[in-house]
Structure formats: structure tokens, C-alpha cells
């Protein structure tokens, strides 16, 4: 059994405009976007799945074909090392392994199935809609299922559907075969998903989340017990340049451009790859686990626009120099636009700041991480994440210190969704920011999907994104501090009572 670790993100209708929170802000309409979010994971790719949040590809499937460039023309490799010679002997042995259990599974028994979907349910489905789910009355419902034999597997297909079903949650639901392996094969491809319905994206539009500028996803893989990671390659757009240079997935990365990448996140990784469209970029990689090692000259496509846009208001007749930023989504640039975005303005004589998230549906979820991390102290939390099984209940903090220090206003409406809560509740919570507006969308939720031993899937609601101060977002959405825009001073007071608050 192999799963998915992702959270969806849902293109919602277009309301009529929101009203203007103050004079000297405006509010233009933004087009609904179905929106790609990155996320942490631990386990195998299979497929996307459906739902409402913000959607987080995790990992691909190793043995994609379809991701990895035509083999390179390289020089053979030195001689294994006795390191390379065990983990040969080791992977060898493995797949001995792999090819009995495969043996055992080729007749998955009806009731094999039903009882396996029945399984990862009661080990891992988190009851987000209050529908009172219990262990127990699960266990009741097995009995019922068993209750007689199953004599077919479109039977064992139905009665999975119908106990999926009884949860009440419209997220968790049955993959036919068929659907669990178109899911495997646009994921290859990189897909978008939402609502049920599948988008496969070309490098144009995909690289609007690519964070490299060069049409990889980078992962972090521990090595050891001392802490130390390695940065592979994780997936390959199949037109983006890195596959034409000839990297593959699985690669490691171990420089750019001369520098050494050892002990870096996969974040900061990303920025060293990035520059201007059409330059170039050397990047070092070792091909599997055993090289060989090559130097790779990448020429650069960014595609992304960027979802960044600022000026600088004057109030109290010029008193006051307010910088207003309005971020209309979570793409591969909204960090790196918003740093440069937020230093010009601060260089201008900014000495507060409006964030614009309205109508901002979300995007790169890694993305609104790190943006919320511009403005917290190091040690405060960004988001937490909660679940039945452990590895979904996960603490992310701020790793470095603000880049401004100065009073926010966030600006919120009906349609800040996803990566956007992340961003106005960390801030919101932490006493940086004020919300102004109305109550956010309300999307939160973390899905896996499973494969069946028969090829057929399940997709299960296993987490959820709660706030510093413990809220949970999914459903019923964020409230503003105030409908209307405040007077700073208000602000200024706001912010010295929360953080009152906070210390005593």
C-alpha cells in the first residue's frame, strides 16, 4: 500500500467586488485560479485527489518513467565503492523481496480489499466535519460489511464506495483502478486537481509554481542520525529546461553555480536557482546513489509573472508613509517579489505596511510559509498541522529574523483562501498584523490517497492546517479585527494589547 500526502485548493465563483476598505486602496478583481501548493511529505506519490483546500503535490512515484529524461551520455562510473557494493547487494535483495510480496498479491481476495480500505480508515481518517466518527462505531460497521461474503469485486468496489461514503465527508471517497491509474500518469506530468476534475498543465502554465526557474521540485532526505540532509530531485517537468540539460529524477544536487549546497533547505536551494529568463545556471548532480557526477549548464525559463504589486501612500496630509502590497496569489516569485517589493518601500520612508490578500485563492502553500516567515520573530509559529497519525502533526516556525518590524494591516475578504489563511493568521495570531475585512474562505484540510492491492485507490482526509492560536481554519474561515479600515493609532493599540496578552 503506497499513499499521497496533499491538500486541494478549489477555484470558487467570482462574488461581486468587495468593497473598498478606505480610500487609496483599491480593490480590483482578480480571475478564480486553480492553484498548485507545495507541501512536506513522507510517503509515495501516487496520484492527486479531490477536494476544496489547497492542493499540495508531494512526491512522485520513483519508478515513473515518464518524469526522467532520455539516459545521459556520460562516461561509465568508477567502480563501486564497498558503500555502493552493499546498497547494490541490499537494493538486489530487496527486490527479490518486492517480487514475492507482488507474487502474493497478484489475487487480492474481495474481501482482501473492502477490509484493507477499511483499514487505512480506521488507522488514519480524520473526522473534520463533526460527524462524531468513533473507532467503535467503525468497528461496528466492519461486522455489518463481513457480515456475509462478498462474491464479486465490483461488489467489494461498491461497498467500499458505500462505507466511504457514511463518514459524511465529501474529500474521502473510492479510485477505480482506472482513475487511480490516470491520476499516477497525469501526476508524471504534473496535474493540477480540484473538485474532481483534472487539469494536466504544460511547462507554460506549470511554471507559474515552479520555485527553481528550471522545472524541478527539490526534496529534502535525511541521511544518518546527526541532523544532515541530502537535496534530491524530486520531479522533472517534462519540457522544462533542467530535463533538456539532463537531469533526472532522483538526482542529488550538490552545487550551483560553484557553491556548495551542503546544509542548505531546499528552499534556499531554489532562490541559488533562480535569475533571469533565458540566463544560465550550473548546477552539480550526482545521478542516483553511486554517480556519476556531472556539471549541467541550465539555461533559465522563468514563465511566472509576478503576483506582486506596490506603491507608497501618503496620509494624515502627508504625515504618515504607508506601503500598500497586494499579493495576488502564491506562485514561484511571491517570496522573492515581496522581499524586494517590501525593501523598496521601506527605503522609500514606509513606516507601516498594507498586505492585500483579498481575492487571493492561495497557490504554493511552501510559498505562503515562507512569506509568513518575513514577518515573525524567530521561534514564532507559522502553522501547525493536525492529524490522527503522528507524522501529520507537525509544528512550522520561523527560522530567521523579521524583515520589518512595523505595524500591518492585512486585508482579508470572503475569497483569502488556503495559503493566504496561513499567512493572515500567523501574522494575526503573533500580534504582527491586524485582519481588515471580512471573514476568509475557510480551507484547511490535508488528504492522502492510498493504492489497494487490486490497483484501486482511496483518498482519506488525514489533517488539517490549525492556527498559532490554535483555530481551526477549515470551514469556518478567519474573522477580521475590524470590517472597516482603522486609524493606526487604533492599530498601534491593538498590536501592544495582543502582545499584552501574549506575555502574560
Known amino acids: 500500500m503506497r499513499s499521497l500526502l496533499c491538500s486541494c485548493s478549489a477555484t470558487l465563483a467570482s462574488p461581486p467586488p468587495s468593497p473598498e476598505p478606505s480610500p487609496g486602496f483599491s480593490n480590483r478583481n482578480l480571475p478564480s485560479v486553480l492553484l498548485l501548493a507545495d507541501n512536506l511529505a513522507k510517503k509515495t506519490l501516487l496520484g492527486v485527489v479531490t477536494g476544496a483546500l489547497s492542493f499540495s503535490l508531494v512526491l512522485s512515484s520513483p519508478a515513473s518513467a515518464t518524469l526522467e529524461s532520455a539516459p545521459l551520455q556520460a562516461p561509465s562510473p568508477a567502480p563501486l ?55 467503535e462505531s467503525w468497528q461496528h460497521k466492519k461486522e455489518d460489511i463481513f457480515s456475509s461474503s462478498i462474491q464479486s469485486r465490483s461488489r467489494a ?33 504534473v496535474v493540477v486537481a480540484c473538485s474532481g476534475i483534472l487539469y494536466l498543465w504544460k511547462f507554460s502554465r506549470m511554471a507559474r509554481f515552479d520555485m527553481t526557474g528550471i522545472g524541478i521540485n527539490l526534496r529534502e532526505v535525511p541521511v544518518g542520525e546527526n541532523g544532515e540532509v541530502k537535496l534530491k530531485v524530486l520531479g522533472v517537468l517534462l519540457d522544462g529546461p533542467a530535463n533538456a540539460a539532463g537531469v533526472k529524477q532522483g538526482d542529488e544536487i550538490l552545487a550551483v553555480n560553484g557553491e556548495d549546497v551542503q546544509g542548505k533547505s531546499a528552499f534556499e536551494v531554489s532562490s541559488l536557482l533562480q535569475g533571469p529568463s533565458e540566463t544560465f545556471v550550473t548546477i552539480k548532480v550526482k545521478h542516483g546513489n553511486c554517480g556519476p557526477v556531472q556539471s549541467l549548464d541550465v539555461q533559465r525559463q522563468v514563465v511566472a509573472k509576478t503576483p506582486v ?23 514561484a516569485l511571491a517570496r522573492k517579489d ?11 520612508g514606509a513606516s507601516y505596511f498594507v498586505l492585500d490578500l483579498r481575492d487571493n485563492l492561495g497557490g504554493l502553500v511552501q510559498a505562503g510559509i515562507e512569506v509568513a516567515k518575513l514577518f515573525l520573530d524567530k521561534g514564532e509559529t507559522v502553522i501547525y498541522t493536525a492529524g490522527r497519525d503522528p507524522q501529520y502533526q507537525t509544528t512550522i516556525a520561523a527560522d530567521t529574523v523579521p524583515l520589518v518590524t512595523t505595524p500591518v494591516i492585512v486585508l482579508v475578504n470572503s475569497k483569502t483562501a488556503s495559503a493566504s489563511e496561513i499567512v493572515a493568521s500567523a501574522l494575526h495570531d503573533n500580534c504582527k498584523a491586524v485582519l481588515v475585512g471580512e471573514r476568509t474562505f475557510g480551507k484547511g484540510l490535508i488528504q492522502s490517497v492510498f493504492e489497494l492491492d487490486d490497483g484501486s485507490g482511496v483518498a482519506v482526509t488525514v489533517g488539517k492546517y490549525v492556527t498559532p492560536n490554535h483555530l481551526d481554519i477549515n470551514g469556518d474561515g478567519i474573522d477580521p479585527d475590524y470590517r472597516n479600515f482603522p486609524a493606526w493609532s487604533d492599530v498601534n493599540q491593538h498590536l501592544s494589547q495582543c502582545k499584552t496578552r501574549r506575555q502574560g
Not at 487480492?108 to 480489499?113: D, K
Request: aromatic share 10%; charged share 25%.
Open 81 to 135: 565503492s564497498e558503500y555502493c557494493r552493499e546498497e547494490a547487494a541490499a537494493s538486489s535483495e530487496g527486490a527479490d523481496q518486492r517480487a514475492v510480496v507482488e507474487a502474493g498479491r497478484r489475487v487480492p481476495t474481495n474481501q482482501r480489499i473492502v477490509e484493507e480500505a477499511w483499514e487505512i480508515v480506521n488507522g488514519s481518517f480524520l473526522d473534520v466535519g463533526r460527524h462524531s466518527w468513533t473507532p
Open 309 to 331: 504589486f506596490y506603491r507608497l501612500e501618503q496620509i494624515d496630509n502627508g504625515r504618515i508613509a504607508v506601503g500598500y502590497v497586494r499579493l495576488k496569489e502564491f506562485n
Open 338 to 348: 515581496l522581499v524586494i517589493a517590501m525593501k523598496r518601500l521601506q527605503d522609500m
Open 157 to 189: 468496489h461498491e461497498i467500499i464506495r458505500r462505507m466511504l461514503a457514511s463518514l459524511g465527508d465529501p474529500y474521502t471517497r473510492f479510485l477505480t483502478p482506472a482513475e487511480l491509474s490516470l491520476m499516477r500518469f497525469l501526476v508524471s506530468l
